[in-house]
């Protein structure tokens, strides 16, 4: 975003050298309205339209719950391999939620999902169960999903071993990415629960900041996904999508701010049952492809 600003400005300057000074006034216009989104205050109303509200409500108890852990991506040097920073929040919400779960006597599982970004690194599933287990999640409550690299694969891969079944179902992930990921859940047939595990927070003052302009191309990121996606439902290019008439619905909980994997895994608590296929269903198209997001 901070790159596009110095071009378009770079550009008007062009263009007043070049005595065109009524275009130059006009493409004005666009550079002086990312610099003014980057100001604190205008930052801040957009990252509060495009995060859910904090919130505490504490949920209702079920009998099943499946806790769905989004990769966040990892950071790996020349000896070990750790969740990012927005993994790790994630990771915090997630085995709190297990906790409280385990409490109220409920039956909890920890879904993670998320492959390796390339061939020779570990996967996000890997890393982040490790990271679980030391948190307090047993073992044995924790599946993992690791050939997704985007979102929508995330999606696609977990609503597969979740297997449509009649439990409650919540989705762990930062609170700017929540909303696209549970278009996409649903668009598998999982109506998830939202648990947002950070809220972001523009810069302090009043001055534009590199920072907020960083905010921005992130919210800008996440609209253009719903867009894409909205767009390739209509041209039909998006996989089938999965009924939910199996699916008991929930609503958004809003937050305040290694044993090897089965060969066909499933949440535990949920029966190892295929889901219904669509009813006139068309072949599989290709997917919009999401790139993992903070």
Avoid at 30 to 38: D, G, M
Avoid at 203 to 231: D, F, K, Q
Avoid at 245 to 267: E, G, K, N, Q
Wanted: proline share 9%; charged share 15%; glycine share 6%.
């Amino acid at each position: 975003m901070l790159a596009l600003t110095l071009f378009l400005l770079l550009l008007c300057a062009v263009l007043v050298r070049k005595q065109h000074v009524r275009s130059a006034a006009a493409l004005a216009l666009a550079p002086l309205a990312i610099l003014a989104s980057a100001s604190p205050p205008i930052t801040q109303w957009l990252l509060d339209l495009a995060q859910d509200a904090p919130s505490s409500i504490a949920p209702a108890p079920h009998p099943r719950t499946a806790i769905v852990v989004l990769g966040a991506g990892i950071d790996q040097d020349a000896h070990s391999s750790r969740p990012s920073l927005a993994g790790n929040s994630r990771l915090m919400a997630a085995a709190q939620r297990y906790l409280a779960c385990e409490r109220n006597g409920e039956t909890c599982a920890v879904l993670v999902s998320g492959g390796a970004t390339t061939p020779d690194n570990a996967t996000e599933a890997d890393v982040y169960a490790r990271e679980l287990i030391a948190l307090g999640v047993p073992a044995g409550h924790i599946v993992r999903e690791q050939a997704s690299v985007n979102t929508w694969q995330n999606a696609r891969n977990s609503s597969r071993i979740i297997q449509h079944d009649s439990l409650r179902v919540v989705l762990v992930t930062s609170g700017l990415h929540l909303k696209r990921s549970l278009i996409y859940f649903r668009h598998f047939g999982v109506v998830a629960e939202g648990l947002p595990s950070d809220r972001l927070r523009a810069a302090a003052g009043w001055l534009p900041s590199a920072y907020n302009l960083l905010l921005i191309e992130v919210m800008v990121h996440e609209y253009i996904g719903v867009l894409r996606y909205r767009v390739y439902n209509g041209m039909g290019w998006n996989e089938e999508s999965i009924r939910q008439d199996s699916v008991t619905p929930a609503t958004t909980i809003r937050a305040l701010p290694h044993s090897p994997r089965p060969a066909s895994p499933s949440v535990p608590g949920a029966h190892n049952r295929a889901p219904p296929p669509a009813a006139n269903a068309a072949p599989a198209r290709a997917s919009p492809r999401s790139p993992p997001t903070a």
